[in-house]
Structure formats: structure tokens, C-alpha cells
């Protein structure tokens, strides 16, 4: 079974830039998180679906993050303009329902950001 | 709000030995779940145990058991038998889970290293 995939990598961009990151979950699974890790820090939630729709975003700065899941599947995250704050990895995870959460949570190995 | 405390930055084990990963809460939800996850140089997280807040026994995975001491909002994590592969970052999480909802709060995280 394939796992969580994301890309790129590795990004490096200027303030005020734009960006975007791309995760496909393990097929089939109907929930997908996005998570922000500075360095240093544990990962902090920034929005989570459930098929295409979102469960929760309290945690997403909507002035500058914006997320969608269309079609159930794939989902992209879009920073726009990026400040240095947003230096971070960007980890994506899915799983396959979100009972009591977390239980079957499958990360990706993430999408490392470096805002100059 | 959630608060997860993880009180030491980094551990060190010889192979074989057991050792005890420090992990205290504070919530104000009735219901709620505690998670470990491992992160290994790589920057993938992994899922390793969950304890339901009703839960009566201590959940165990393997070499993986979790000290929940609910009246002391404690969550320890306890590997047996350490191994080498077992070094990594480790982080405590907890989310409330009523209605089913996720929206975890992370610890800083603890550094294990495995001497052999």
C-alpha cells in the first residue's frame, strides 16, 4: 500500500511570495490533515477534511492560508504572501475515518519551507 | 484550551534498558484521547499508542505501553527493551474527543538517543 505522498520536498522562496504544496493520501482514506512544524516545535493542526469538506480550520491563518480537498482526494495548501514566520515543515496526513482521531493517522514525510 | 508538557528536551538509553518518556496535560474536556507519536530523522511521524481518557487499563503496543495517571494528568510513555532504531523525536499529543472530533495539541517533544 502506498503511503502518503507530498511534494515537493524542499522549497525555498522570497517574502511575499507565493506558494503551494500538494498531498495524495492513501487511497481511500477519507479524512486529510494538514500540519505546520516549526523547528523545534511539535506540529500544530491547521486544517483537517473529511472528504471534501472541512471538519475544522480554526487553527489556519485564513488571511494568508488557504486549503482545499476537491474531489475528495488530493489536497493543496497555498500560502500567499509568505512571511518568514512560515519557514516550517508542512507535514500532511490521512486517515481512514476520524472516529476518536488520530488512532489511524499516516503521515507523509513532509514539505520543508524556507522563506528568505 | 489544551496544554501538553513534555519536561524533557532530550533522554539517553543504553540498548535493552527501559526507559520513560515524561508527558503531563491540562484540559478541561471530560472525554479526550492521548497519543505518542515517533518521529525519526526522516520527518515522518508515526502513530505508536492512544489512551482513551476512560480507558481503565494502560494501553500497550509491543514494546510501547503508555502510564496513564488520570488524576495526576500524566501520560508517560514507556519503551522496553530499547533498541537503536528507537532513536528519535518523540511527541505526546491530546485531543478532545467528544462528538468525534480531532483537533490535537502537540508537546515540544523529547529527543531519545540509544547508546549501544
Known amino acids: 500500500e502506498a503511503g502518503v505522498a507530498q511534494s515537493p520536498r524542499y522549497k525555498i522562496i522570497e517574502k511575499r511570495q507565493s506558494v503551494a504544496f500538494w498531498c495524495n493520501p492513501i487511497s481511500g482514506h477519507a479524512t486529510l490533515y494538514w500540519y505546520q512544524q516549526i523547528l523545534g516545535q511539535g506540529p500544530k493542526l491547521l486544517i483537517q477534511f473529511q472528504n471534501n469538506g472541512v471538519v475544522d480550520d480554526s487553527q489556519l491563518p ?9 474531489k475528495g482526494v488530493d489536497s493543496t495548501l497555498k500560502i500567499q504572501p509568505a512571511k518568514l514566520e512560515d519557514s516550517a515543515v508542512y507535514l500532511c496526513a490521512s486517515s481512514p475515518i476520524s472516529r476518536q482521531g488520530g488512532y489511524e493517522q499516516y503521515f507523509g ?8 | 484550551a489544551q496544554k501538553i508538557t513534555q519536561t524533557q528536551p532530550g533522554m539517553f538509553v543504553q540498548e535493552k534498558e527501559a526507559v520513560t518518556l515524561d508527558c503531563t ?23 505508536l499508542i492512544y489512551q482513551g481518557s476512560y480507558d481503565e487499563q494502560n494501553a500497550t503496543e509491543g514494546r510501547y505501553s503508555l502510564n496513564f495517571q488520570k488524576a495526576r494528568k500524566s501520560a508517560n510513555l514507556v519503551i522496553s527493551a530499547s533498541q537503536l532504531g ?10 478532545p474527543s467528544s462528538g468525534g472530533s480531532y483537533i490535537p495539541t502537540f508537546g515540544r517533544g523529547t529527543s531519545l538517543i540509544v547508546h549501544p
Open chain 1, 109 to 116: 514525510p513532509g514539505t520543508r519551507l524556507t522563506v528568505t
Open chain 2, 25 to 47: 496535560y491540562d484540559t478541561s474536556d471530560q472525554s479526550y484521547g492521548l497519543f505518542w507519536y515517533k518521529q525519526p530523522s526522516s520527518g515522518e511521524m508515526i502513530f
Open chain 2, 86 to 95: 528507537d532513536s528519535a523525536m518523540y511527541f505526546c499529543a491530546m485531543s
Open chain 1, 62 to 70: 485564513k488571511d494568508r492560508f488557504s486549503a482545499e480537498r476537491l
